[in-house]
């Protein structure tokens, strides 16, 4: 089990941006499809984006679409999701997840390894 940390939450107007991180430990890191999902008070955890292990595919929500980025540094560990127009709707706990499996995948279940989550707010 990889313990996955998120960084770089917190409270942001509408239309300014934000950059997440999510620190891996362990040696399969590299190996590993990266995944962000978010969850809003009230709603289901849902799928946001997922990166190949080698960052060369990506796959996205269609509502972030052209809005996010996620990228990662196999070389740090670390998978990031660069936020821009950033939308009230947007507002969620943010959770970083990897999944050992080949595959990109938006299924919650594809993912074995969570985070603890990092609050995103938007304000209007």
């Known amino acids: 089990q990889a313990p996955l940390i998120e960084s770089g939450g917190g409270l942001v107007q509408a239309g300014g941006s934000l950059r997440l991180s999510c620190a891996a430990s362990?040696?399969?890191?590299?190996?590993?499809?990266m995944g962000w999902f978010r969850q809003a008070p009230g709603k289901e955890r849902e799928f946001v984006a997922a990166?190949?292990?080698?960052?060369?595919?990506?796959y996205y929500a269609d509502f972030v679409k052209s809005r996010f980025t996620i990228s990662r540094d196999n070389a740090k560990n670390t998978v990031f999701l660069q936020m821009n127009s950033l939308k009230p709707e947007d507002t969620a706990v943010y959770y970083c997840?990897?999944?050992?499996?080949?595959?990109?995948?938006?299924?919650?279940?594809?993912?074995?390894?969570w985070g603890q989550g990092t609050q995103v707010t938007v304000s209007s």
């Open positions: 362990g040696r399969t890191f590299s190996r590993n499809v």
């Open positions: 990166i190949s292990s080698s960052g060369l595919s990506t």
């Open positions: 997840a990897a999944s050992r499996g080949a595959m990109l995948t938006t299924r919650r279940g594809d993912y074995n390894d």
